[in-house]
């Protein structure tokens, strides 16, 4: 003890508060300007594709077909091909997702299997969209034969959805508490009665609010419909399962792939439209959350 | 009170059939992404071993020269994967910094209101489709942003554009997961620093963020995987030239943008360049969910460690 006292008795205990409180107000400023940066960001992004594509949104822009000639062209086709694509999706995933999600939370004991089934959830949320398409062309359209069809797409993006469904459903299940769980067992509920009359409506608002937020990124998903075909010019309104079909990403796709100005215009406005369908399902994933769990207390 | 008769026998009843029925549906539906793992690694072999038998995986894998369309063709995929990497680590630059900062503001500094408002705008970024980010690059970054700063040594098409979008749409997902890894360092730890006299940044800088390095790791290790893999955001602005460079200045070509270009063309599926896709798509997936899993395993591990 006494070999180390002359040691701190010369390194005296400076608290120098000034400057250590600085160094905390710097770095809070690097935190604030850092958000900030995120925001502008954000706001060029609006600026700049409202201000290019507020003048050509217009009645006949929603209610026609492409063109060659910027000025007469239209999205409906896609329009009608993107709401398609949405609800199918959503009719499929559903079930499907949270079927899974029940199993994975409610049932599954901690073995091997199922940690494996877990894990590759999470794994497969993060293979890139595009490796989708090539799966959806292999399997949809060619092995099952449905060609390159509204179907074979919406597929496709309800395989590259399910994972983000089922972790967003897990998510609701796991939030439920176990009270709850125990309640339905003490009154002599078998497992599914539990899980069906206690735990489901219980996780409901947090379920459908995934699923609408996984519709919206079903409707602004490109990648994967280049690969299964939704690349055609198409002025007719989409037929599930016969013809061709194009939904309003890859209408912006191909129209921002030109150089002229008039086609990044209508490319915007396309994008203008997008963001509203996309608010337009935020606000009502919002109003379900809110209406669901009005009667919701723990 | 009286017992109704066989409420005894309810007790030792083997469960319902109905009950194993539901279980084996549910158990049915949560197969279905296992599946879809195992089918996409199917095709991809499948597919890329047929490739594989007309060019040798060794000029594949060590190629430098990329030329898929133009007499003579070469197979090196070194410059597609240059120009992913390139893309993604600029992205980096920009997200890891800027996603981090805003971790740390939002776990340790921010109070319930300011999250309210900050959690939306992060939310409402990551909900932007990557055709918009793409548009955006093409349109703003590069003619507005670029070209005052570096002037003709820009092209239209070039890597930087591309990369700092890339970094805009991964930001988002760098400080969500940041934020949780914050969030689950215990509060006794901050409670032991700030007693010890430590002011909040120390705290942060000392305790919090070593505490929470694996969780900050997992989330840049993932968002590095998303950045590869990002397609559309990529594709309008990085051009389609596969040239091998460092120079974020030129334009290049990234994995994910030459796959579009083969299967936009008129390219015959029996050909050779549609054959190559699958070869691009099955290095990008190995790469990719490599990384996913290193991430995912790194999350699971800090989770454990602190609940």
Known sequence: ?298 | MTMPAGAAGLLTRPPRRSERVIEASLFLAATVGVLTTVGIVIVLTFEALEFFRLVSPVAFFTGTVWSASIEPLQWGVIPLAVGTLMVALIGLVVAVPVGLLAAVYLAEYASPRTRNLVKPMLETIAGIPTIVLGFFALNFVTPVLLKPLFGSGLGTFNALAGGLVVGLLITPLIASLSEDALRAVPRGLREGAFAMGATRWEVVRKVVLPAALSGVMASIILAMSRAMGETMAVVLAVGTNPQLTFDPLESVQTMTAFIVQISLGDTPQDSLQFKSLFAVAATLFALTFGLNVLGNRIVARYRNAYS
């Open chain 1, 1 to 298: 003890m006494s070999a180390t006292s002359p040691a701190i008795a010369q390194t005296r205990f400076e608290p120098r508060l000034m400057r250590r409180k600085l160094s905390g107000t710097v770095f809070l400023g690097l935190c604030l300007a850092a958000i900030g940066v995120l925001l502008i960001a954000l706001l060029m992004l609006l600026v700049d594709v409202f201000g290019r594509g507020w003048p050509w949104l217009d009645g006949a822009f929603l209610t026609g077909a492409p063109s060659r000639r910027p000025a007469a062209a239209g999205i409906l086709p896609a329009l009608v091909g993107s709401l398609e694509i949405g609800l199918i999706v959503g009719a499929l995933t559903f079930p499907i997702g949270v079927a899974a999600a029940i199993y994975l939370q409610e049932y599954a004991r901690d073995d091997l299997v199922n940690r494996l089934l877990r894990t590759n959830i999470s794994n497969l949320a993060g293979v890139p969209s595009i490796i989708y398409g090539i799966f959806g062309l292999a399997l949809f359209v060619r092995a099952l034969s449905l060609g390159y069809t509204l179907l074979a797409g919406a597929l496709t993006l309800v395989l590259l959805i399910l994972p983000i469904v089922i972790l967003a459903s897990m998510e609701a299940l796991r939030a439920v508490p176990d009270s709850l769980r125990e309640g339905a067992y003490a009154l002599g509920a078998t497992r599914w009665q539990m899980v069906s009359g206690t735990v489901l409506p219980a996780a409901a608002p947090g379920i459908m609010t995934g699923i609408i937020l996984a519709m919206a990124r079903a409707i602004g998903e490109t990648a994967p419909l280049i690969l299964v075909g939704a690349v055609t010019f198409v002025t007719f309104l989409p037929n599930p399962v016969d013809g061709g079909y194009t939904v309003l990403p890859i209408q912006v796709f191909q129209w921002a792939s030109r150089p002229q100005a008039d086609f990044q215009g209508i490319a915007a406005a396309t994008i203008i439209v997008i963001l509203l369908v996309m608010v337009v399902l935020n606000a009502l994933a919002l109003f379900v959350r809110v209406r669901l769990s009005r009667h919701i207390q723990w």
